[in-house]
């Protein structure tokens, strides 16, 4: 098939560049422009402050950066967004009246009922909301978001617990890298040699968007701090399960735990979403947030400590599975879906 | 009164620096021997590795280090114990026997029912332990030990909510500074860009010391964590409690929690042991380590989350009240308590 | 005497935070006042994002900020600015014109030829050009700068050898500290696990100032770069000297050196302003950027590297005697001097 | 053609991590075995602590540490050696002895005459050295060495400079990786917040290494430094040039700058060794050290200071252009020069 076009807005900051990284030799998108914010826009793409690990794609460096602008967007099959939630709150909705697929990233409408709020893994189902949604806002176009990153870490590992042993609680404390801040987010001055205890909203989303997912009113604390880690965001989880278990049923539940996008085969999904990991000190940021190429959470330090009391650590990349790696996967499962456009 | 001489073991590790740090002009000891492994042995203090953020003490890096020798030992009238578990396991009981009084922050003995566990502010009275102690074991001289860092940095702020609201749960996820592993106990390799989700014992340790302090069989669960910080653990609590709260008592339950130290005026009390704070993203290790000199335990976050769960961040300096600092105090109510040899 | 009453304007910074702390229980001034920005202004001081290793003193957090207004600026005896240059280029002339003593940290008018750009070891006598700047300007008051923080830290060790061995050339390497950017100059992003070669400004400003400074056209050749560490910026230094030397001889003219301020005892003056160090892998800056309490500069790594090529390492706390201790040193001289207003 | 077998000796540590991870998909070499030290030998190296940012290659994952033993070591047709120095100068010429090709990142036997040290870039034709090596020594296999991390990150862009300008004196300042010094060779208390101006050996390295590599008695200043940085090391250096030039044509000849390894196309040599770059603030390490894939000198901050007097600042990442990546080219170099056994 031809490629399906793609565009990029806010695509100058972190996430942005994740979505240009991902989608450099993506086999169902071709990336076709990108837009920015007017600070940007007129400028190649080759000369912002790129600041992923690996050089940018070449083809990315040769695009002209867009200014924003609902009004002249141009032709494509598909928007990712990673724009600031106030301006996307604002822009998001406009392109989806005016007949564009829009998967995003920013955190405006992820609590709406007809808005999937999708880890393609977890709650694919949720996809045919957009039909609904394009009904009652008689919308062409439409809007998926994906959860908050320390959602979509904590959820994956815990459907499969859930689905088999229930839950009835969840502890969480969270360890963020500080790549979740965008670029400017954290000064050095204040994360070097320390941690700072507190993300604003954080908590709150951890809490609704793992209820809105699982669909059910589930209690949850959480706890979420920032670390001197520049990708991939830890969670020490304890859960109450409904019925008993051994730990190496757990372990293997995670491990064979397997969903639509693997059925699929869509080309963003990990062959394992769930690694979980018999090495005592793992997962760590460093070593583990690359597995499947971002896209798998690693799951370790997985204990029974009381009659169905279950502790263990996940950890995800917070820039892929966290955010644009998630939202190219969604984009993916719509395709397949037949419910685009 | 002349002052009481004091004697460091294992005094060129993190433990040891932050004794000599602390007993440098202290009005009660007065430090006059070091000693250490072989290898250190011979040298002038001033000759080690000095890894502390403020210069070596002048009257300290004068001090000749002695082989440790527990048949050749100065007469001094209290040691302070900084050696690793295994060589304390061996060492600290033939001192005892010799009729010297140990104080000991190495992890041997600790749980042992004759050996005061002390926190000065939370359990002063188990002092008194050291009468069974020297009775059933034929010691003219006496052990005690401070707990584990990451235990007292819990206990201090649990006890009085714990008197107040009463606990029937913790869950607890540690985030501790590097030099709590001693000087090469994490490569940087390890660390940097990075935490590790594991530290070996702790998780043990803080369960069973915690329900030995408290003497209570208490039903906690802790995760504990390696982060790129330097100096101060952080501790993301939260505690079931038995009664119903407010936040704002709590805050000031906290905050006005005094106990025997701080009656007697000891040297080393800090003025508030637990400082709850309003910022509400504090505490933070970099900027709250050194409140009280570092014998304070900073704790924000506080929330309630529902009814009768409490939620808080706790933190303290793990060499200093989590180590040296505790011992001294421990110390310090010691000479006050008439139990002296 | 009645404490001479002074005023810091740009008080909410790292800089600003410095003098306040400096000042605390200065025997000479009493901080009376802070201004800063009008974001900040009307808040008490102990409500800003206090960021030193240290809690803030507590008479200095019961002051009330001050929207910065040159036209309604307080009686005081000294004003210390920590002002953006831009600001501090408008307003810094305004106060001097108004009668008031300014001591500046800004770079602005650093290199004007009636401006001391103090060192106070270093060019102690330049403070008389106070007399020609005031008689040229018309202005009741003054100006006095401090240079730049790398400038101070290298010239300090460079002053001796300068005046001992006379220097035909120098070649500096800077890795300077993320707090010499400003609280949110450096992002975490871009400084964890890296290193940035390029500071703007930076190596013109040690080649012109040291050229002032020395009152020589001096070949310097300097490279400022960034490293993830919190306070203290080292240097690596080569020295083409005149007079040949041996490495002993150098480590006496830099141990030895005493100028106007230790002989006035002002009590900013570190004992010893430049601290040789034998140890082989210093200085450091974790280490080493409290000596003198953050007024001495620590040179190691002393080396002859062929004749007349001499090596070594310089370390300065870059907040302390790089900026806020350097300037309340020059305020002290000049309160010994004769020349206040 | 059939793959050459290669082995790697010193698998285990960081270089050899390195080694493992850049053979896994190599066209010309297989990586049929694995030794250590007896630690580690019998276990599987999928068991080690691996921590390299992108998972282990699986297959390596399967294979058995070998005990290293000279005298049953497997028929290879290649070792690639990351053996301590003192190890390597016992162990490396027995197995030139016996027939063995060595390709080896240990600093022993680097100075010898007739032993190759290798940039294949810079001094392709010093592999001839062999053959005098091999005659001499009356060995059947041979040994080829690379230089040390430091030295060939200067020496790759010098090489152009050099060969167009000329080079009268060198002054360079390094800011090292944590890795350039093993797994366990830097602690993280050492260097967090912090650096050391200091690492043993490495000075003399970079002056004697370069030396010998450019076949001239070359005036070399080195001071070397250790940063919190974990891969890429970073050179800021100063060149006096014998002619005069203009910072375009550096840039240029920089850029154009191709070798043999480049002109036969060998598998590991990236297209341009040597990549100025534009960008005011670069190199940077997390960000420049990829470029190549981990094989090219990214140099920035170009400079002309005054005349002949050029600056610059030069980065590489150090366990594979500096090590892992350099040794696997000069193998590939021996592939195609018929000097092979």
């Not at 760590?284 to 690359?290: E, I, K």
């Not at 896209?295 to 599975?321: D, E, Q, Y």
Request: with cysteine; net charge neutral.
């Amino acid at each position: 098939m031809d490629k399906l076009r793609a565009y990029v807005v806010g695509a100058t900051g972190l996430v942005g560049q994740r979505y240009v990284q991902l989608l450099a030799d993506h086999p169902w998108f071709e990336l076709v422009g990108v837009a920015a914010s007017e600070r940007s826009a007129g400028r190649r793409y080759g000369e912002i402050n790129w600041v992923l690990e690996t050089p940018m794609p070449s083809k990315a460096a040769e695009l002209k950066i867009d200014k924003l602008d609902v009004d002249s967007l141009p032709k494509v099959d598909v928007i990712f967004s990673a724009l600031p939630s106030e301006v996307a709150a604002r822009v998001e909705p406009e392109m989806a009246r005016r007949g564009y697929v829009v998967v995003s990233n920013s955190s405006n409408m992820r609590l709406e009922p007809d808005v999937p709020l999708l880890i393609p893994e977890v709650n694919p189902d949720d996809l045919s909301l957009v039909k609904e949604q394009r009904a009652r806002r008689g919308w062409s176009g439409l809007i998926i978001k994906k959860p908050n990153c320390s959602t979509t870490i904590l959820d994956l590992p815990l459907k499969p617990v859930l689905d088999e042993l229930g839950v009835s609680k969840i502890h969480v404390v969270t360890m963020q890298a500080v790549t979740g801040a965008g670029y400017a987010g954290v000064p050095s001055v204040a994360i070097l040699d320390n941690l700072i205890p507190y993300i604003k909203g954080e908590e709150e989303k951890i809490v609704n968007e793992t209820r809105k997912i699982f669909k059910a009113d589930l209690e949850i604390y959480a706890t979420t701090t920032r670390v001197p880690v520049l990708d991939g965001h830890t969670e020490a989880i304890y859960v109450d399960t409904v019925k008993d278990f051994d730990v190496e049923a757990v372990v293997e539940l995670m491990a064979r735990f397997r969903s639509v996008p693997q059925e699929l085969g869509l080309p963003t999904a990990p062959p394992q979403p769930v690694i979980p990991t018999r090495a005592i000190d793992r997962p760590q940021p460093r070593l583990d947030r690359m597995a499947g190429r971002g896209m798998s959470v690693v799951v370790g330090r997985i204990r029974k400590l009381a009659p169905r009391k279950l502790a263990f650590v996940a950890l995800g990349h917070n820039t892929i599975r966290g955010a644009a790696g998630n939202a190219i996967l969604a984009a993916e499962l719509l395709v397949k879906s037949g419910l685009w456009a």
